[in-house]
């Protein structure tokens, strides 16, 4: 008994006279183009699975100071986090939670941490947020440092529907069970093409239709308020003025299956890419790409093909996968060798 009183002097004593981090320390990297740093500095927000930041510090404990007020009382998301590349450890979060022990009794010295959001609940707003992370900082002991850590030198965004999202990778056992956007397709390619993602994909969306959780389609020509794709969440505009690499475009399958007219996605297509290239760098190569399932081949085709007649675009290609990016990823309501819910690889 004394000396769990002794430990609980010393968890509180390391408490009132640790380390503040804020989220403005230059030590973080928090993905460039999923989070939406507060004005005054007081918190990073995120909506979008697969969002997630890196920092490294010194000492033996670290723990992540959270504000989820007015999300949910009831599990709504995962957080995934490791700390010296060590195990990975899921943790399922809801609103009661203000803190989030990530380390103690580490060994003294330096230390890596790389924090995701895993997954969450498609159905709850994400875009008059009430799904979401918001970090106000990290605590560490007293007298230790940040220090940032070393990043790939490309940076890559990729805008995708729940194939983006990691939806039923882990089989078909619900949001929090099954969908784990830090094993999906794209943070794979970000590796090989050796780019830090921020993934920017919601489950249902599409270039016309609306996504899981309130937001809007990815573009609606001549209305931005109707367009998700230049924001982080609803009034909160998306910085492309930093770095951009490479963006992939891989919308078109829930387009498919709302029945959508071929020239309404046309439209949304040659809409979205004059936009999205006055944006960002001449330099930064556009990728559109033909969905997984090859969803909607044509009006995609068509649509760039207008586009690199009117703006001859040397940065901006058409990736078509062909057979082999649809074998088993059409086969909707069954099963398949490539997706256990015959749609989602």
């Known amino acids: 008994m004394r000396s769990a009183m002794i430990m609980m002097m010393v968890l509180m004593r390391m408490m009132v006279s640790g380390t503040e981090v804020p989220v403005t320390d230059k ?27 890196k920092i490294g510090f010194s000492g033996t404990s670290a723990t992540l100071n ?14 995934r986090y490791t700390i010296d590349n060590g195990p990975a450890v899921d943790i399922q979060i809801n609103s009661t939670i203000n803190s989030l022990v990530l380390g103690s009794s580490l060994s003294s ?24 992370i918001r970090i106000t900082g990290m605590a560490i002991d007293e007298g230790a440092i940040t220090y940032e850590l070393p990043l790939r030198p490309k940076r890559m965004m990729v805008y995708w529907d729940s194939i983006g999202e990691g939806v039923n990778i882990d089989g078909t056992l619900g949001d929090l069970l099954g969908n784990d956007a830090v094993n999906s397709w794209a943070m794979a390619l970000a590796a090989a093409l050796d780019a830090e993602l921020s993934l920017v994909a919601f489950g249902g969306l ?14 609606t020509p001549g209305n931005d308020t109707a367009s998700s794709w230049n924001k982080i969440y609803s009034t909160v505009p998306r910085d492309f003025s930093g770095q951009i690499d490479y963006i992939y475009c891989g919308h078109g399958t829930n387009d498919a299956l709302g029945w959508v ?11 979205w890419l004059p936009d999205l290239r006055s944006k960002i760098s001449e ?19 068509t649509a760039f093909n207008t586009y690199q007649a009117k703006y001859s675009d040397s940065n901006a290609y058409l ?8 074998q088993g990823l059409n086969v909707l309501f069954g099963h398949s060798w490539e997706a256990a819910d015959g749609l989602h690889p």
Not at 208 to 219: C, D, H, I
């Open 109 to 132: 010295g330096n230390h890596t941490l790389l924090f995701f959001l895993r997954n969450s609940l498609q159905i709850v707003d994400r875009w008059i947020p009430q799904c979401f």
């Open 283 to 301: 330099d930064t190569k556009i990728f559109l790409v033909i969905p997984y399932g090859g969803f909607e081949e044509d009006p995609i085709t």
């Open 66 to 79: 959270l504000d989820l007020q007015g999300a949910p009382s009831f599990p709504y998301a995962t957080i």
């Open 27 to 53: 030590a973080w990297y928090f993905t460039s183009y999923n989070w939406a740093i507060a004005d005054d500095g007081s918190s990073a927000t995120a909506v979008n699975s697969g969002a997630y930041f």
């Open 261 to 271: 007219a071929s020239q309404l996605i046309e439209d949304s297509v040659i809409g």
């Open 319 to 326: 990736i078509d996968l062909g057979l082999a990016g649809q």
């Open 206 to 219: 599409g270039w016309t239709r609306p996504g899981l959780g309130n937001v809007p389609p990815l573009y």
